[in-house]
């Protein structure tokens, strides 16, 4: 971090400043120009609050030169992290399809949909147990039950399961879940991030609805300075002015993410489009772009789906889907 002083700052008043700065543990290069001081800030700057320092009578500018993430910084950490989640792996080359309904309906419905996706070539079962909704009127998910019959489809399939997490007095229903998901509403659940970082199951990221990609790089920093690395990044779409898609699908997203941090990148074009026919080419494309995984929704009713039946793909469409992915990720390897 650089720190540039206004012009007229007298030595007392840099003595102090510099002193102020060592008492946080940060060494300072001062550099004393004819017209300005610059001091050079070095050491761990992630605690130093840049608006204050701006604040200051006598600091013209404050500029970092480090992103304040570390844990999942490439930088510091230049090969790409790979996850174990059972008999999977995800990163580094190893690619994962996530499929699964929006939520567990009826034990019948995810034990059908997840032999379908299994068939057609899915690593990982999906399904939501406890439901974000916008509306406390709409379906929240069958909660402990639904993780149940996660489970059960687990046992009858072998796929390792993942599903979301909304409250952390909820965590000894996880026990057997392979990944938890933080949802896009929770990103910035900065006590739900560090509590899962005390953990040491995966956690599945999704980004928020109007966050950035360094912002959600912190968050993923939450749960890794607690010591659990084992973090997935999710892009699913933030919140434009464009209403015909629900979200707008950022797949920039994944090669800014690769370059920044080592984490993996799954993309999740069912959520960020929200409409079924623009799943497929989404998919498509973010396998182009070179992400980790992908996650699609699929129901094995959709019309009738409790949840997002909208862009939920039938079995039949998944399987096609999955197909394509697999060409575009033998062509660009
Ligand atoms: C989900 O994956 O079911 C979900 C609720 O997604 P998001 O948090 O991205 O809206
Ligand atoms: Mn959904």
Known sequence: ?????????????????????????????????????????????????????????IVETVKRVSEPFKQANRKFHPKDTIIQI?????????????????????????????????????????????????????????????IRLLELAKQETGLPIITEIMNINDLPLFENVDVIQVGARNMQNFDLLKELGKTRVPILLKRGLA?????????????????????????????????????????????????????????????????AKLVPPMAVAAAASGADGIMIEVHNNPACALCDGAQSLTPAQFDDLNHRVQRVREAIL
């Open 86 to 146: 059972g008999d999977v792996r995800i990163g580094g080359g190893y690619f994962v399809m996530i499929a699964g309904p929006c939520s567990v309906e009826s034990e019948e419905q995810i034990i059908e949909v997840a032999r379908s996706v299994k068939e057609s070539g899915a690593h990982i079962l999906r399904g939501g147990a406890f439901k974000p909704r916008t509306s406390p009127y709409a379906f929240q998910g069958m909660k402990g039950e639904g």
């Open 211 to 275: 966050n950035t990609l360094q912002e959600l790089l912190m968050s993923a920093e939450y749960i890794m300075s607690e010591g659990n690395e084992q973090v997935i990044l999710c892009e699913r779409g933030i919140r434009t002015f464009e209403t015909y898609t629900r979200n707008t699908l950022d797949l920039s997203a994944v090669s800014a993410l690769h370059e920044l941090s080592h984490l993996p990148v799954v993309v999740d074009p069912s959520h960020a489009t929200g409409k």
């Open 1 to 57: 971090m650089i720190a540039v002083l206004k012009h007229g700052t007298t030595p007392d008043q840099v003595s102090h400043l510099v002193g102020w700065l060592k008492r946080m543990n940060l060494d300072v290069h001062v550099s004393e120009g004819q017209e300005i001081t610059v001091l050079g800030l070095i050491g761990d700057t992630s605690r130093v609050d840049m608006d204050l320092l701006k604040s200051l009578e």
